[in-house]
């Protein structure tokens, strides 16, 4: 089981989307090297107005390429990095993967998944009823968030569009994702 990275986006500034990179280097507690969302604590605004010292669960933000191709159906462009992810990927469910997954990115690097991203209002701004497109429901009326899912890096290395991607599921009861 596993895949490929179709492209890799970093920001050491504040904004919604991210340019892509030829390469992003993964520092093992950090994130990504001179990513403004790396660090061992948390850096997303919103939750650290709450309390800066709970711990970094989204140091990584990974997202399926095919959901590009499904928003594209429905009348919306995105590319890889402007929803904001990190690493963009192609063939692994991500959002099928269990709490505690181990993800292989390329020839050294490895996150370990902790969660779903939590999709926000920027993604109305980015493009008007675009978030309609990333969060459905169930058919017992769940909320379906598929705007990708977070991590932390356990091992760092460079990462690249091209390397594979490894999955390691956990040992024991799967946990399902959920918003971290």
Not at 47 to 64: G, T, Y
Not at 81 to 87: D, I, K, P, Q, S
Not at 94 to 119: D, I, Q
Not at 121 to 136: E, P, S, T
């Amino acid at each position: 089981m596993g895949g490929k990275i179709t492209a890799v986006s970093s920001n050491g500034t504040y904004s919604f989307t991210k340019p892509n990179r030829e390469s992003i280097t993964l520092l093992a507690g950090f994130g990504v090297e001179g990513d403004v969302h790396g660090g061992a604590t948390v850096k997303h605004r919103f939750r650290m107005k709450r309390d800066p010292s709970q711990p970094n669960l989204r140091q990584v933000h990974l997202m399926h390429e095919e959901l590009f191709e499904e928003v594209r159906r429905a009348g919306f462009e995105v590319a890889a990095g402007e929803l904001g992810e990190n690493v963009t990927t192609r063939g692994v469910d991500l959002l099928g993967l269990p709490v505690g997954t181990l993800l292989h990115l390329g020839g050294e690097a490895v996150v370990e998944v902790t969660g779903l991203r939590n999709p926000c209002a920027q993604i109305d701004r980015f493009q008007k009823g675009l978030m309609k497109q990333v969060v459905g429901r169930s058919e017992d009326g769940r909320a379906l968030f598929r705007s990708g899912i977070m991590s932390v890096v356990v091992r760092g290395g460079v990462v690249r569009a091209g390397d594979a991607v490894g999955v390691e599921l956990p040992e024991g009861p799967h946990r399902a994702l959920d918003i971290v």
